[in-house]
């Protein structure tokens, strides 16, 4: 039996991966991750992810927030390096709703190894993204 986690985001305003970045910046997470910057942008019949190398990031950002893009969903790995820890940010097509998977390491919960630690990815995540325009979100970790 496998596990699905996530954290499902609702912005008060479209968000960016700029500004997403910008308010977690100061709570320990970034772009850079194990594989180097990882990204995916949505595609005609499905999604490829692409790594580059670090110093690539600030390229891949603005990349993922051009005109040229708006119209289609963007995701980004973010990594947590002091935690070992992150996952794969989905922006929507509309900006406002947003998905976090914690599949970078993902944190357990200690005795029940099969749970995700959602506590953790709120206080470290979600509490943060409010200074970011966050109005809501939902967690889910299921049993597939």
Request: charged letters at 25%.
């Amino acid at each position: 039996m496998s596990r699905t986690a996530d954290i499902d985001l609702t912005f008060e305003y479209p968000a960016t991966v700029a500004g997403v970045l910008s308010v977690l910046a100061g709570h320990g997470w970034g772009p850079v991750e194990p594989l180097g910057v990882s990204y995916m942008l949505e595609g005609d019949d499905d999604w490829d992810w692409t790594s580059v190398e670090p110093e690539q990031a600030a390229d891949v950002v603005a990349m993922l927030d051009s005109d040229e893009v708006r119209e289609q969903a963007v995701a980004i790995a973010l990594y947590h390096p002091q935690a070992a820890t992150g996952g794969h940010l989905l922006l929507r097509r509309d900006r406002t709703t947003a998905g976090f998977s914690p599949v970078v390491d993902r944190r357990k919960v200690p005795g029940v190894p099969e749970m995700t630690d959602m506590v953790w990815y709120v206080q470290n995540l979600v509490y943060p993204l409010l200074e970011g325009g966050l109005l809501g979100y939902e967690l889910r970790d299921m049993a597939d």
